[in-house]
């Protein structure tokens, strides 16, 4: 029986989490005191203190069945690790004692050489170091047998100090936007100690049967079908989005509603997604390194409750080809911490300094590191999904919708404005609510979407961490704060009016390119992007060398987020991966067609034969089908055989070449073809095969479960 069936929700919310009840329950007054002053303000944790706050962990942790702790970290690979260690001690007299110290809290060491680092660490070093990030609350995660484990989300360096993780730069990113966005704000004489970067992370996700899912050497091993026809139903009716949630899902749902509260994690909004078997969850907004750390959890425990209800959860960004892909949408905003929302346009976004400083920052940002922002999300599976009429385009661009492009055009023009007001929608029938129109529109074919109150970047992947996508945006936003705050510092207060208006007009005209409101799918905006020298890498390998140029570089380091070396180290993992990742999916077509398909097709083949000899010696005219058959099978065996032997040779040659990159783009330019072109030759054969005779289940199985 799931607890919601006996309590209220807010019974049990956050049951696992170290939270600030429970803080104020098993710590004094005082030391509750100084960790929020921590938290909140930024001061130094003491030893003392450290100590207080471990035992405190200690002892609610146990009390809920913990029997080990672990330093909860995000390395280079873009999952999570994790090392287990019992709360057991031993004295000298041999006797045992439950012990967790503030040393144990705050530093732990991993294995360094045995993460990703891009050459930071030496195979022999291996000495690494896990920081407790105390900004990111405490939780337990419990198994299916009940035991229980407690996590303290941290980040993660190697010994000489570089970040070997998505956390560090992350929180350095959040300090870097708080330390110039409150600069700007006490110019403009706004009261705030700090700028918040807060993230929430629409995770999209299909579910399918996992005996069908066993059955898929490509899903086990890669995370798509690397082979499969379309079925006669696809998506085009759209009768999935938004319909009926299926029982079996609804229960799963309801129990993954359940486990992410438990965690703390505020899952809002589910629902069934356009692609059959494809849905989506949304939580609410928070703090933009919580919601990357929550982020982690929600897809660890989407997988985990899957499994309880005998599916599997896909996390690729294209797991089916012929339907959409998945995506995180990354809805990212800024706010003070007197509750100030800095991207709020408010009744009158002409007369709102504030708004219209930080609104043009964001887009100076998109515009003037549009390369970065396109790196932050690529990856092998991403490639798969952008581009293709159902996700933004590998072109970078910024939606305002046209009364914030009205607005901004009225500025720059001169034409005095007037306040908004409020529009509403009249649906003709009296008895039917009048809802409110927003101050712009949605539109779903851009990348970077301005949606009233907030940005919206679409082009992340499903699988992919919300950490460096938010980095990239919390650092072109610095860096243009940054700027405009050096222009007005030092104006004389008489003047400050004149010289926003005069950095407002010059940011909107400057940048204006970045903006289109229009069809990111039209040939026509490929063109207009062109002309306007928007020309964004397409792929992957091109896209990771944005952390190479020269402009880049001088932000990240202006700003404390990353050293060369540890932008160059990133390069070289995202490039190792990328060729990682393709290398193990041809290895797995090639597995799959070698000794699944085409022995399959061989012994059809066979009957087929035997079919037309037995028949022949009845009467020559019976053996008409079953001929014409075999001469379709035969060329499609004979061309599966030859796909398979250059796709061989293709891996063969791009795994020879000496250099990553080479390797990279090898892979790109002729593997992955390869991999297609033995795909289309499958396909065909698919569609002729009898059922009984495909080795393993197709995708009228797989997306049509019940």
Not at 596 to 617: C, F, G, H, R, T
Request: proline share 4%; net charge neutral; aromatic share 8%.
């Amino acid at each position: 029986m799931r607890i919601t069936e006996t309590k209220k929700i807010t019974d049990f919310y956050g049951c696992y989490v170290f939270n600030d009840k429970v803080m104020k329950k098993y710590l004094t007054e005082d030391a509750y005191n100084e960790l929020r002053e921590v938290i909140d303000r930024d001061k130094v944790l003491e030893k003392e203190l450290a100590n207080k706050v471990a035992e405190a962990m200690k002892e609610w942790s146990i009390e809920l069945g913990a029997t080990h702790y672990t330093h909860w970290f995000q390395p280079l690979t873009g999952t999570t690790a994790e090392k287990h260690d019992s709360f057991i001690s031993v004295d000298k007299q041999g006797k045992i004692a439950l012990e967790f110290t503030g040393s144990n809290l705050r530093k732990g060491e991993a294995d360094a050489s045995s993460f990703p680092s891009g050459g930071i660490r030496a195979t022999f070093e291996a000495r690494g170091y896990t920081a407790w990030d105390c900004s990111s609350p405490a939780f337990i995660k419990k198994s299916k047998d009940g035991s229980a484990v407690l996590c303290i989300p941290t980040a993660f360096c190697s010994y000489t100090g570089e970040a070997l993780d998505k956390k560090t730069p992350l929180l350095k990113s959040m300090d870097a936007v708080s330390r110039q966005g409150v600069r700007l704000l006490n110019i403009l004489g706004v009261d705030a100690r700090k700028v918040i970067a807060n993230v929430g992370g629409e995770q999209e996700y299909f579910l399918v049967d996992k005996s069908d899912y066993d059955k898929r050497y490509d899903l086990e091993f890669t995370g798509r079908t690397l082979f499969g026809a379309m079925p006669p139903k696809g998506q085009e009716k759209n009768d999935q989005y938004y319909a009926t949630i299926r029982d079996r899902v609804a229960s799963f749902m309801a129990d993954l509603n359940e486990e992410l509260w438990k965690l703390g994690i505020p899952a809002k909004t589910q629902h069934n997604e356009v692609a059959p078997a494809q849905h989506e969850l949304a939580p609410i907004f928070c703090q933009a390194n919580i919601a990357t750390d929550q982020n982690q959890l929600i897809m660890e425990t989407m997988k985990k409750v899957a499994d309880n209800h005998g599916l599997a959860c896909l996390l690729h960004e294209k797991p089916f080809a012929g339907i959409n892909g998945s995506g995180k949408h990354a809805n990212y905003s800024l706010g003070t911490d007197t509750g100030l929302n800095l991207l709020k346009p408010g009744s009158n976004p002409a007369e709102n300094k504030v708004f219209l400083l930080f609104f043009l920052a964001v887009i100076a940002g998109v515009d003037e590191y549009y390369d970065l922002l396109r790196m932050s999300c690529s990856s092998l599976g991403n490639d798969c999904r952008l581009g293709g009429h159902e996700a933004p385009p590998s072109i970078i661009s910024v939606f305002i919708g046209e009364d914030m492009k009205n607005l901004l055009d009225d500025i720059v023009e001169g034409h005095t404005i007037a306040s908004a007001t409020k529009q509403y929608i009249n649906m003709g029938v009296n008895y039917v609510a009048r809802p409110k129109r927003d101050t712009s529109d949605r539109n779903r074919t851009s990348p970077f979407a301005f949606t009233g109150n907030k940005f919206e970047f679409r082009m992340v992947g499903s699988s992919a961490t919300l950490s460096t996508p938010t980095m990239v945006m919390n650092i072109m936003t610095a860096e243009m704060l940054s700027r405009i705050s050096d222009r007005l510092e030092n104006v004389p207060k008489s003047q400050l009016d004149k010289e926003i208006l005069t950095i407002v007009k010059e940011l909107y005209q400057k940048h204006s390119r970045i903006i289109f409101n229009g069809n990111n799918y039209s040939r026509e905006w490929l063109k207009e992007a062109k002309k306007r020298g928007l020309d964004s890498a397409d792929n992957a390998v091109d896209a990771y060398e944005a952390l190479n140029a020269k402009k880049n570089m001088e932000a990240f380091q202006k700003h404390g987020i990353l050293s060369i070396k540890e932008m160059e180290s990133r390069r070289a993992i995202y490039i190792d991966n990328y060729v990682k990742s393709a290398n193990i999916e041809a290895e797995t077509a090639l597995m799959m067609a070698r000794k699944q398909i085409l022995p399959a097709v061989l012994k059809w083949q066979y009957k087929l034969a035997k079919q037309v000899d037995e028949l022949s010696d009845i009467d020559p005219k019976f053996a008409g089908t079953p001929r014409r058959m075999l001469g379709e099978v035969s060329v499609l065996v004979d061309e599966l055989d030859e796909d398979i032997v250059k796709l061989n040779s293709a891996k063969e040659g791009a795994l020879s070449a000496a250099d990553p990159r080479k390797q990279a783009i090898l892979f790109r330019d002729r593997v992955l073809p390869a991999m297609a072109k033995l795909r289309a030759t499958a396909d065909k054969l698919e569609t002729i095969c009898p059922k009984d005779v495909w080795p393993f289940p197709t995708y009228a199985d797989i997306l049509f479960y019940e």
